[in-house]
């Protein structure tokens, strides 16, 4: 018996993941004046992605900006502290992007976190990360983002455990978050490949007839 396997390697596409839902410990209770669902509410950006289905990195290269006005701050004094973000399930992810305004309220200096908890029990630490200032976009109401890359990691819900911001004594701000999923896909050989292994295929059903006959 001649058996065949056509074996291929997945191939890794990364699609822009929006997160289903924001929290912060850098609001007193009760306070609405920011709601942290801003940061992932995909409405100040002049070029929106679908989630799930952008691909990231094309994305990013064609510097969507982020207008004022839709954007998140900390209460005043509150200058470090927690942003949660939950996944909305067990998602594997491999980098992120921060939109962020170019002055002193901007978060500087950061802590990612991964858990499958909205806790943060037995937490991962993905890395330490420093936003820098970002480039202005073509116009003064157009924010780039900064694109952080780690290695992939499982979970579903990030900790963002703001470290800093850029000098601001007042408030500490953000104005987007969305995350680059990794998302397996079946590569598929190439015809001529396919072509060689069927012509192989053929020449052992041949030669084993002949050694019957």
């Known amino acids: 018996t001649c058996a065949i396997v056509l074996a291929a390697a997945p191939a890794f596409a990364g699609t822009v993941l929006q997160p289903a839902g924001a929290s912060t410990s850098m609001h007193d209770p009760g306070s609405a004046d920011y709601d942290?669902?801003?940061?992932?509410?995909?409405?100040?950006?002049?070029?929106?992605?679908?989630?799930?289905?952008?691909?990231?990195?094309?994305?990013?290269?064609?510097?969507?900006?982020?207008?004022?006005?839709?954007?998140?701050?900390?209460?005043?004094?509150?200058?470090?502290?927690?942003?949660?973000?939950?996944?909305?399930?067990?998602?594997?992810?491999?980098?992120?992007?921060?939109?962020?305004?170019?002055?002193?309220?901007?978060?500087?200096?950061?802590?990612?976190?991964?858990?499958?908890?909205?806790?943060?029990?037995?937490?991962?630490?993905?890395?330490?990360?420093?936003?820098?200032?970002?480039?202005?976009?073509?116009?003064?109401?157009?924010?780039?983002?900064?694109?952080?890359?780690?290695a992939s990691t499982n979970a579903s819900f990030i900790r963002i455990e703001v470290l800093s911001n850029h000098g601001s004594v007042f408030k500490t701000s953000l104005l987007e978050v969305a995350f680059d999923e990794s998302v397996a896909a079946s590569a598929v050989p190439e015809p001529s490949t396919l072509g060689a292994l069927a012509s192989g295929a053929v020449g052992l059903l041949i030669a084993r007839r002949r050694r019957s006959s």
Not at 50 to 70: K, L, N, R
Not at 81 to 106: F, H, K, P, Q, T
């Open 36 to 150: 942290p669902a801003r940061l992932i509410s995909r409405a100040g950006l002049w070029n929106p992605y679908t989630s799930g289905v952008t691909d990231f990195d094309s994305y990013i290269a064609s510097q969507p900006g982020h207008a004022a006005g839709d954007d998140w701050y900390s209460d005043f004094w509150r200058l470090t502290g927690n942003i949660d973000l939950d996944l909305g399930g067990v998602r594997s992810i491999e980098g992120m992007a921060l939109w962020s305004y170019e002055d002193a309220m901007s978060v500087n200096q950061f802590r990612l976190l991964a858990a499958d908890n909205a806790g943060f029990a037995n937490a991962a630490v993905i890395g330490v990360f420093s936003n820098v200032i970002p480039v202005p976009g073509t116009s003064s109401n157009s924010h780039l983002p900064n694109v952080f890359k780690f």
